[in-house]
């Protein structure tokens, strides 16, 4: 049973395209995020909701919007998708109502865009 | 600029030997953890420290915590050729909302 599962693992797609990446978590978490991953591998977030609401929002171009119908579920839509959107994303999720908590992975999502 | 930065950027050692990877960050946290990545996979946690604790061990694990200096070390004994992989660092700030910052990860490659 696969505990973070993001949906498509790759995604190739053109400059100015609108895409959608999903993700489910079957671990009871309160919180959930979106992660970028750079050609550099560096980490960074991007969005934390927690029960549905968002709670932290980096400095990320309104073109990324985060969805989170229920608890279980973050998706992360793009509009007018850019070369510099390549990247991997990641979706995580970790209980915040105990401190000092781990977050799980999900195993990324390949984005290209050409 | 990012909170954590590991040192060194990439380590290759042989089979068996220690290796040793090192975080510094910034800013006040509620605890450190130590993520790894294989090649192409999700980051999978490996070991959390509080701020208020010094050293702990997982297996051949062993990470310490200064937060004098800001820094942490991670301590994989009798390396073996799976655990190649990338380590990272994180912390979570104290913001009010757990929030993990990470490093650029050290490229570890165990050599058979």
């Known amino acids: 049973d696969t505990a973070v599962s993001q949906t498509p693992k790759y995604l190739v797609t053109q400059m100015g395209n609108d895409k959608s990446i999903k993700c489910e978590q079957n671990l009871g978490h309160d919180t959930m995020y979106w992660y970028k991953q750079d050609s550099k591998k560096f980490l960074k977030i991007m969005f934390s909701y927690n029960n549905k609401e968002l709670i932290i929002n980096e400095t990320v171009p309104n073109r990324f919007s985060p969805k989170s119908p229920d608890k279980a579920h973050l998706n992360l839509h793009i509009n007018s998708l850019e070369l510099g959107d390549s990247a991997v994303y990641f979706c995580a999720s970790s209980r915040i109502g105990q401190t000092n908590t781990e977050a799980f992975f999900g195993q990324g999502t390949r984005l290209t865009v050409v | 600029s990012q909170q954590g930065e590991e040192d060194p950027q990439a380590l290759s050692i042989q089979e068996g030997e220690n290796a040793t990877m090192n975080c510094s960050y910034k800013?006040?946290?509620?605890?450190l953890q130590w993520y790894r990545q294989n090649s192409g996979r999700g980051l999978v946690h490996l070991i959390l420290i509080r701020s208020n604790e010094r050293e702990k061990h997982s297996g051949r694990l062993r990470v310490t915590l200064d937060t004098s200096k800001k820094s942490s070390s991670l301590l994989i004994t009798a390396s073996r050729a799976a655990d190649t992989a990338s380590y990272f660092c994180a912390t979570d700030v104290i913001q009010g909302a757990q929030k993990l910052v990470f490093g650029q990860g050290t490229r570890l490659t165990i050599n058979p």
């Open positions: 800013t006040s946290i509620n605890n």
